[in-house]
């Protein structure tokens, strides 16, 4: 493995698989333990042999952020997606598109105004949308609260308009927020809660509500039961990154991702090592940076993956990373640590924004080869 | 035009090509009156159209981040290409592969073990390689200082290996982080002087310098004179973004790129509009987050590009972006304002880190017709 390290142009994003399979499993076997279905979430990395493996480890249906997603999913035979941004209407002729191919696309809404909108685009064509109401758990960012006068109001345009009512879903985002096992498993919780809560009010006024999706990657992984919960969705947990490792659902040994880059110079004066991988290859996210541990740009790695405890990604442009200590202490050996043409790993901080920057993953085989697994960007 | 952005798919990144036109032909203007040839830098766009209007108006040859925007730009006709970033030995091969092709790619080094490499690897397969040396002004990133011993070394050092010194470059970074007219001439004129005194001490030894290359777009822009040097580089220019309009060389009414989005639901209570451009549309750039006025992810303006006061994109996650007031004050009108399928259009931190989220921008011809000008990805 070590050799073809050497030899592959950088930056790269490389992905462990082996990591990545024990990441995919060990959510699998928690989902089955649970009495869940398990849906994962394809946005953070865009690769049809990722969600592949999902599949083949028990996950049923697919999540997806963008229709470009749905139509590249189901153009590689996955059925099942949940589209689960909210409906814009000028979009539902591209979900018209795929339901007509035989996708079995669910849409969200969590306003009148929304469902209205699909009810009648869907009664001109002679389509019955499958439709699920969003609802807001913690305040994050969309949806109806579990007790939001406006919860039936959507049920009832959605079902009296002809649509398919289809469930309730909720994003617990603010658990990204937390770092303790106890506020995790209250966060996990109050997710739980919140949705069966809209779903129970949905059935007690005669509406149906035959799904109850969460889900998050902190929530997935702390959730003690799931009762009223049909299923779960996750994505980064597939990658996992630094900003996970903070939350405390991972260790560093559990993130699949990482950039592969070559040393290009130094400043020793100033104990940096100048790098290949700026920000087009690590992307701007800066996520450790409110968190219990800033690891700046990325944590840096020996070619193997194994960290370099004290050596940071510590600032980037373009296409030039500086790598450094931590403490801002000097390095006055630096230049002879990192001579100009070395390999380094460095982890990301958000494996969804790293993966975007790249059209492929370079994907480490078991044995040690590597295959190129393509990903997609835009709309 | 007002109703074909209604029809576009979003979010989308559009280019205003009124607005773009006028940037190059301002930068152009000001490098002819400063009697310096201009090289803009292609990474901002990696996009030919642009290119193209660049070279047009009177640009001589193009500056690259990557040597597969060399490869590219090559492919479609540009033979003058200087790449500058630091030569990692595993490249050059592909540098000579170009070379042999009949690119005339310049490469940069700033270390004595870089131009040995460099030499070795042209020796060993017969070929001449033009090499510029990179010059530290400001302590911002690479390069030897002006005065630093290792300059004339590594002159030597690619001189007497048989490589061509064609000169040596700079990048005066650290004028980003300035915002005063004053403070900008300073810099530019650090950036002059000491690029200029690097090519005076590689002379005075004997060695060659053809070329004095400097540049950034705040310096090309703050410039007053540029005495001893030969050509300038800049290129967030053609677009400008909210961090140039902070650094104070453009207005908001000078930025040609900004992300077309759609309201897709609201949180009255919170007076959020929810828009589906998050950060996978607009990056994760905060660029603005450190300097005199911070612009969240973006500033929002209406359909036609007219910045809404007080509006930003507050917040953002990978599909999904919050549209509020900047000061946080409630909006109770939020969804009166901005109903479900309101387009809107919202200027980037950084046109750089936005265009790279795209595939391609569809840039708004004078006429109002909308013209797709495909963009590339990786390395």
């Not at 990482?258 to 100048?274: D, F, N």
């Amino acid at each position: 493995m070590a050799s073809s390290l050497h030899d592959l142009d950088t930056p790269a994003a490389l992905v462990d698989t082996v990591r990545m399979q024990r990441n995919i499993d060990r959510m699998q076997a928690r989902m089955d333990a649970l009495g869940v279905r398990f849906r994962p979430h394809v946005k953070t990395t865009k690769c049809l042999p990722v969600a592949q493996a999902q599949i083949a480890a028990g996950a049923r249906g697919i999540t997806v952020s963008t229709l470009k997603e749905a139509e590249r999913f189901f153009a590689e035979g996955v059925r099942d997606i949940l589209y689960a941004v909210g409906m814009a209407p000028a979009r539902l002729p591209q979900a018209l598109a795929l339901r007509r191919q035989g996708c079995d696309l669910k849409l969200i809404t969590d306003s009148v105004a929304g469902a209205q909108a699909i009810a009648e685009f869907g009664r001109a064509q002679g389509e019955v949308f499958e439709v699920w109401i969003e609802i807001d758990v913690d305040g994050h960012r969309s949806g109806i609260p579990p007790e939001g006068a406006a919860l039936l109001d959507v049920g009832r345009a959605l079902v009296e308009g002809g649509m398919h009512l289809g469930g309730v879903m909720a994003h617990a985002g603010s658990s990204y927020e937390h770092d303790t096992p106890e506020a995790l498993r209250r966060i996990a919780e109050q997710e739980r809660a919140g949705t069966v809560r809209a779903a129970e009010r949905l059935r007690a006024a005669g509406l149906p509500c035959a799904v109850v999706s969460v889900g998050s990657t902190p929530t997935a992984l702390a959730a003690e039961a799931l009762g009223g919960v049909t299923e779960v969705r996750a994505g980064v947990y597939v990658f996992f990154d630094l900003v996970m490792h903070n939350v405390g659902v991972c260790g560093t040994d559990d993130i699949a991702l990482s950039v592969l880059t070559t040393v290009i110079g130094h400043q020793e004066e100033k104990g940096w090592a100048i790098v290949d991988a700026g920000w087009m290859a690590m992307s701007r996210d800066r996520g450790t940076q409110k968190q219990r541990r800033d690891f700046g740009f990325g944590q840096v790695c020996d070619v193997s993956g194994q960290p370099l405890p004290g050596f940071l990604l510590s600032g980037a442009n373009q296409e030039h990373g500086i790598v450094s200590r931590e403490d801002g202490a000097p390095c006055p050996d630096i230049a002879q640590r990192f001579p100009v043409g070395t390999r380094l790993r460095v982890l990301p901080n958000h494996a969804c924004a790293t993966g975007a920057q790249h059209p492929h993953y370079l994907a480490i085989q078991p044995e040690g080869s590597v295959l190129s697994w393509p990903r997609f960007q835009g709309w």
